[in-house]
């Protein structure tokens, strides 16, 4: 089955720094990408995704870029503000190839960002 | 419209007793998710139903864990004999059927507590 690392576990960057979080996956049949965001006490958000035929997807601040080759994708953001502070999940598809929706979750990034 | 929606928000056991937990998904959404979220830890997945197919219950640690879902709807995650190592944050998700990665939609989380 499916596995994926995230790293780093917690990262702690300045306002207006870049943050960059990086996770690999096990199953090369593996074609979707999702991002989510969790603040504090609240429920896990999509936040961007990815699909296998593209190597970089933005939206605003945030980009994701997938390496299928190397077996790994990175979330990027830039011009980080306080309110991105949280805790960033990845995910690859659990089970063939992503058709079921099955999702299998990186352990997690605790981003801080301080003013 | 309405999201997914758990019952209750929080739940206090005793190491030994059964507990019930409940999960609404969004109308129309064929797939639903359970997950376990320990302290500080990432997503764990515990079983995943997906319109009137048999359930995927590969995540589940136990056999103390069951899950059902009625109708094609609501569902019951039910822990048996609870120890105090199932305490942690459980969340339900529910999805559209995709061909390629539905964003899961999550809800608030029932907080388990053994004692």
């Known amino acids: 089955g499916e596995n994926v690392e995230q790293h780093p576990s917690t990262l702690s960057v300045q306002e207006g720094d870049s943050a960059v979080i990086k996770c690999t996956y096990s199953d090369s049949a593996s074609n979707y990408f999702p991002w989510y965001k969790q603040e504090l006490g609240k429920r896990p958000q999509l936040i961007i995704d990815i699909r296998s035929n593209v190597g970089e997807k933005k939206d605003q601040r945030i980009a994701v870029t997938l390496n299928k080759t190397a077996k790994h994708f990175s979330l990027h953001i830039t011009e980080t503000q306080p309110e991105d502070s949280a805790v960033y999940f990845c995910a690859a598809p659990g089970d063939y190839g992503g058709s079921q929706g099955n999702l299998i979750f990186g352990k997690g990034t605790k981003l801080s960002v301080k003013p | 419209g309405a999201g997914v929606s758990q019952s209750p928000s929080n739940k206090v056991t005793e190491k030994g007793k059964d507990v019930e937990l409940r999960c609404d998904p969004i109308?129309?959404?064929?797939?639903l998710y359970w997950y376990r979220q320990s302290l500080g830890q990432g997503l764990e997945f515990l079983i995943y139903f997906q319109g009137n197919s048999a359930p995927d219950k590969s995540g589940l640690p136990s056999d103390r864990f069951s899950a059902e879902r009625t109708g094609g709807s609501v569902s019951t995650l039910t822990i048996q004999r609870t120890q105090q190592e199932d305490s942690a944050v459980y969340l339900c998700?529910?999805?559209?059927?995709?061909?390629?990665?539905?964003?899961?939609?999550f809800g608030p989380g029932t907080r388990l507590t053994v004692l």
């Open positions: 998700a529910s999805s559209l059927r995709g061909t390629i990665g539905p964003e899961q939609f």
């Open positions: 109308s129309g959404h064929t797939a």
